[in-house]
């Protein structure tokens, strides 16, 4: 389902895929900041997934990296790309849970 208050793009090769009403659809990164074109954000988020974050962390533009850092291991075949040398980390939050899971809240910006 959409995120709420703010426009969402969904990244997809699959033509056919639906998407519900209200939320775009593109091909690749590229077209879809192309619909922020011409427009003033302040910012833009990429949640996903991991061929798009890579993609997301090469261009110029992105000079913010949130993350959300799940202190377990967990089997998964998906991972978040190696964070670029160009970033430094500027923030932590302290550790935090939810249940039996614990995390915390990390902030990298372009050096």
């Not at 291991?73 to 249940?99: A, H, L």
């Amino acid at each position: 389902r959409p995120l709420p208050d703010r426009i969402n793009v969904v990244i997809t090769r699959d033509a056919t895929y639906a998407v519900p009403s209200g939320v775009l659809k593109a091909e690749s990164l590229e077209r879809a900041l192309m619909f922020f074109e011409g427009d003033v954000f302040e910012n833009v988020f990429v949640i996903g997934g991991g061929q798009i974050y890579a993609q997301a962390i090469g261009l110029p533009a992105c000079q913010m990296l949130h993350l959300t850092r799940i202190l377990h291991n967990f089997r998964c075949d998906t991972f978040f790309p190696q964070i670029p040398s160009g970033f430094k980390q500027i923030s932590c939050s302290k550790v935090m849970k939810e249940k039996k899971w614990k995390y915390c809240f990390l902030e990298y910006a372009r050096a």
